[in-house]
């Protein structure tokens, strides 16, 4: 007598604004008529495609409708929050309207009631001034099933640095030389530092002048985490060009929560230090000091960490959906950089901190760092002339 296999049906139903009906089924099969693992292994991938396609093209049609409803079909409650939030950041960042252009598949896998996917994905973003780009970012999805339907529950952008051999680019900037061994970022330009265990960072900066017109934004910060991890905690200032206005700001962020501001007065000149410190396991505080007129923010917050990295970063921050052009911030002046790697506090020379120049989708240089001055523990940024045509986004998100 051939034996009753139980084999696991998958049956998908989708709309625009709804999700993924998966019914599971028990059938009496004999091995020739049966269905094949592998063929139900690209149902259910195809039905994990068709969650993530609807939810981004549920995510844009909210945020150019105003009605974020339209989101809760393919979301769980905690990832629903996360979007409505992203929206905002997207919207308060002078953004108009988003539209996905294109989707890559780079790899799908489900595991019972859960799934994961990894994406390259194109939106377009379209500003208030009337100009408008394009990013590339991967995307890192985690899917589970919410009864029989299927709802994106993570979306995260953890794509790394590009790491060339280290090489010498000719030429120096109006502050001194560039810096000779590099990798380069989508929207990080400075300095980062691994091998080993980081428990503090510090670092300080004059708040650079931003010239004000087309829409855009930088932020400063200092953080740990965030190289090839998905973990990062961080602080820093954040300047945004909006309608020809600059506004200034403090904030903290620890991911993949998003960043909220700080009450601490910022204008641009001000001195700025930010220190980020591990005080026991999971237990960090976040300390900012304006130098210049006084205030102060001090904080403690509960934070896993991977303790792999220390960064001093000029960033294009970016908005959920991709890169916010990097606004024109001239020079900007770092000082006092220092980490706490395995129980020392080292500069970045004795670090062996590594430059990181920002490029356009172009790769062409859209802010430079300085090589480390004789005190070991500052550089420059410079700001170049070139557009801001994205290719991505590192892994901060911000708007």
């Known amino acids: 007598m051939k034996r009753l296999l139980p084999v696991l049906l998958l049956s998908a139903t989708l709309s625009a604004c709804s999700g993924i009906d998966v019914s599971q089924l028990v059938q009496r099969v004999s091995p020739a008529a049966s269905q094949t693992t592998s063929s139900l292994d690209k149902t259910a991938e195809a039905a994990v495609k068709a969650v993530i396609d609807a939810s981004n093209e549920a995510q844009a049609k909210a ?4 009605n974020p409803s339209l989101m809760k079909a393919n979301a769980t409650d ?3 929050t996360q979007l409505v939030q992203t929206n905002r950041d997207l919207a308060s960042s002078g953004v108009t309207a988003i539209d996905i252009v294109s989707t890559d598949y780079v790899s799908v896998s489900v595991d019972g009631a859960k799934a994961k996917a990894t994406t390259n994905e194109t939106w377009r973003s379209s500003y208030r001034d009337g100009t408008s780009d394009e990013s590339t970012n991967r995307n890192d999805y985690t899917l589970v099933l919410v009864g029989s339907t299927w709802k994106v529950d993570g979306d995260d952008q953890p794509t790394g640095l590009v790491q060339p051999a280290p090489q010498t680019r000719p030429g120096t900037g109006p502050t001194g030389p560039a810096a000779t ?3 380069t970022s989508s929207n990080w330009s400075g300095y980062v530092a691994t091998g080993g265990k980081f428990t503090s960072v510090t670092g300080t900066w004059i708040v650079p002048t ?3 017109g087309t829409a855009g934004a930088d932020a400063t910060w200092v953080g740990i985490g965030g190289i090839d991890t998905r973990d990062l905690i961080q602080a820093g200032t954040q300047a945004t060009v909006n309608g020809g206005d600059v506004e200034y700001e403090a904030w903290i962020e620890m ?5 909220r501001p700080v009450f601490v007065t910022v204008n641009a000149g001000d001195s700025v230090t930010v220190t980020v410190t591990q005080k026991s396991a999971g237990e960090w505080t976040i300390f900012i000091k304006n130098n210049t007129n006084g205030g102060k923010y001090s904080t403690t917050v509960q934070y896993t960490s991977s303790n792999a990295s220390a960064e001093w970063v000029q960033e294009a921050p970016s908005a959920g959906r991709g890169t916010i052009p990097l606004d024109d911030f001239g020079t900007l002046e770092f000082s006092g950089a220092t980490a706490v790697r395995d129980g020392t506090t080292l500069g970045l020379t004795d670090l062996g901190a590594q430059a990181i120049t920002m490029i356009n989708g172009l790769r062409q240089p859209l802010a430079s760092p300085s090589v480390v001055g004789a005190d070991g ?5 410079t700001r170049t002339e070139n557009q801001s045509t994205s290719a991505g986004g590192q892994r901060r998100r911000r708007g």
């Open 210 to 212: 931003v010239t004000g």
């Open 78 to 80: 905690s990832f629903y």
């Open 377 to 381: 523990q500052s550089f420059t940024v």
């Open 181 to 183: 061994s590099f990798s």
């Open 63 to 66: 945020f150019n409708t105003g």
């Open 255 to 259: 991911l993949p929560a998003s960043s």
